[in-house]
Nanobody, 123 residues
Framework: VQLVESGGGLVPPGGSLRLSCAAS????????MGWFRQAPGKEREYVAA????????RYPDSVKGRFTISRVKATKMLYLQMNSLEPEDTGVYYC?????????????????WGQGTQVTVSS
């Protein structure tokens, strides 16, 4: 399984970005997927996850109402729409695929990771 993120960049506070994650190889559309981020000197944290069956999504309070995760199984694409971005959203963003169908919040539940894409929110 290979995961490749794209769409990161520099955006001013209040701006928007849409991240994409292209999956290839022996991915399983029934597995849940997620987006994580890591800021310098901090641990990796989950910012969005989507289930492998009914498409239900979950977000931490820090991004709820601002971020939206979605997936298109037919094209093996995962997306993260980020609105009202704040400087605290700065970090490297990773997409990941878990071995479970249900939404997963823990990084340890994910088996495959992309290389990450940098998001910088600054004026």
């Amino acid at each position: 399984v290979q995961l490749v993120e794209s769409g990161g960049g520099l955006v001013p506070p209040g701006g928007s970005l849409r991240l994409s994650c292209a999956a290839s190889g022996r991915t399983f559309s029934g597995h849940s997927m997620g987006w994580f981020r890591q800021a310098p000197g901090k641990e990796r944290e989950y910012v969005a996850a989507i289930s492998g069956d009914d498409g239900s999504a979950r977000y931490p309070d820090s991004v709820k109402g601002r971020f939206t995760i979605s997936r298109v199984k037919a094209t093996k694409m995962l997306y993260l729409q980020m609105n009202s971005l704040e400087p605290e959203d700065t970090g490297v963003y990773y997409c990941a695929e878990s071995r479970f169908r249900a939404v997963q919040e823990l990084a340890s539940s994910y088996d495959y990771w992309g290389q990450g894409t940098q998001v910088t929110v600054s004026s």
